[in-house]
């Protein structure tokens, strides 16, 4: 199973990226996929997730909301973080990841790393004018 994230970058405040993550070694259809991201000296958190099969129920995290948006394309096998208005907080590394079920698993508001089965290596999103 591998996970690619990609499509990170440097952009200014008020700026959008897009992110993918493109899955390869399982079905993803039946697979919630979520995106992770860690700043310099913080713990990795949750940022949101999508749920498998047809994507109907998505998580976001307070600070991203309304910002950003989720989806999923299942005949490429890719899952897709749309990031707008970006701030320079939002500057992380940025990582994709499923939990190996079809549901994200949200306890107390939050997404946690550790029910990741498998790990994409991260990309780099920086917001700097």
């Known amino acids: 199973v591998q996970l690619q994230a990609s499509g990170g970058g440097l952009v200014q405040p008020g700026g959008s990226l897009r992110l993918s993550c493109a899955i390869s070694?399982?079905?993803?259809?039946?697979?919630?996929i979520g995106w992770f991201r860690q700043a310099p000296g913080k713990e990795r958190e949750g940022i949101s997730c999508?749920?498998?099969?047809?994507?109907?129920?998505?998580y976001y995290k307070d600070s991203v909301k309304g910002r950003f948006t989720i989806s999923r394309d299942n005949a490429k096998s890719t899952v897709y973080l749309q990031m707008n208005s970006l701030k320079p907080e939002d500057t992380a590394v940025y990582y994709c990841?499923?939990?190996?079920?079809?549901?994200?698993?949200?306890?107390?508001?939050?997404?946690?790393?550790?029910?990741?089965?498998?790990w994409g290596k991260g990309t780099q999103v920086t917001v700097s004018s």
């Open positions: 990841a499923t939990p190996g079920v079809v549901a994200c698993t949200v306890v107390a508001g939050d997404f946690s790393q550790y029910g990741m089965d498998y």
């Open positions: 070694g399982l079905n993803m259809e039946n697979y919630a």
């Open positions: 999508i749920r498998g099969r047809n994507g109907g129920s998505t």
